[in-house]
């Protein structure tokens, strides 16, 4: 399946938003830079983000570590099978306060404590099977053999505050291409929290009521669209 462009993902964002948030009256134009501008007795243009927990350059980012997890198992049913393993099912949990590293040797510890897992029946596996790979937290064995058996993970989140320093990241990256952006009368930014997506999903209740930010946009907007909520970050006057 082809995946929607950036545009028709902030598209489909906006028109959520705008059945649930009282926009000044005019046409609204989609575009870039900013994403969508509504046209009316004063141009305002408004960019949209997602506003992710961390960056995703971070390797200690979700969006990073989620990618090494599904590379980890990957690699390790690779080796096992290739060693002469059966083609049973994993089902493996990641201790998030464990980093992935080195993916090479999380997969081969992985691969080797598989050998004696096969041998047990189905259900949830003793943690003293896999003690030495500190990553893990969780693995449930399936010893039926698949032709398309599969190792797959399973994660448990917690859902953390909102992140006021992601939050000032965006704005100092934003700020500084708002010169570039196509002129109007004022700026506003949509930080959209997808809570399908654990590397965003967060409270977007303003945690701290003595905290102001400063900013060059009008107006800054947390939503998170599943649940039809919204709140404007507190910024100085």
Not at 86 to 91: G, H, P, R
Not at 201 to 228: C, G, H, M, N, R
């Amino acid at each position: 399946m082809t995946r929607p462009s950036n545009q028709a993902i902030e598209r489909h964002y906006f028109e959520q938003f705008r059945a649930h948030f009282p926009l000044p009256s005019g046409e609204v134009q989609y575009g870039d830079k900013p994403d969508v501008i509504i046209q009316g007795e004063q141009r305002v243009g408004v960019e949209i983000a997602n506003l992710y927990l961390a960056a995703g350059g971070d390797p200690t980012s979700e969006q990073m570590q989620r990618r090494f997890r599904e590379e980890v198992l990957s690699q390790a049913q690779a080796l096992y099978l290739a060693g002469g393993g059966k083609a049973m099912e994993l089902t493996v949990a990641f201790d998030p306060t464990r980093l992935i590293r080195d993916k090479k040797s999380v997969a081969s510890a992985l691969a080797i404590a598989a050998t004696s897992i096969d041998k047990l029946p189905v259900g949830p596996v003793n943690k003293a099977c896999f003690t030495q790979i500190p990553e893990l937290w969780f693995i449930y064995h399936n010893p039926t053999e698949y032709p398309d058996a599969a190792w797959r993970t399973s994660q448990v989140y917690t859902v953390p505050v909102l992140s006021l320093a992601r939050i000032g990241e965006i704005l100092d990256e934003k700020h500084q291409k708002l010169a570039f952006y196509r002129a109007c009368d004022a700026f506003w930014l949509l930080l959209v929290v997808d809570f399908a997506d654990r590397a965003q999903d967060q409270d977007i209740d303003w945690p701290e009521p003595e905290v102001t930010l400063s900013s060059k946009f009008e107006k800054v907007i947390v939503y998170k669209p599943q649940f039809a909520k919204w709140m404007e970050v507190p910024l100085k006057q």
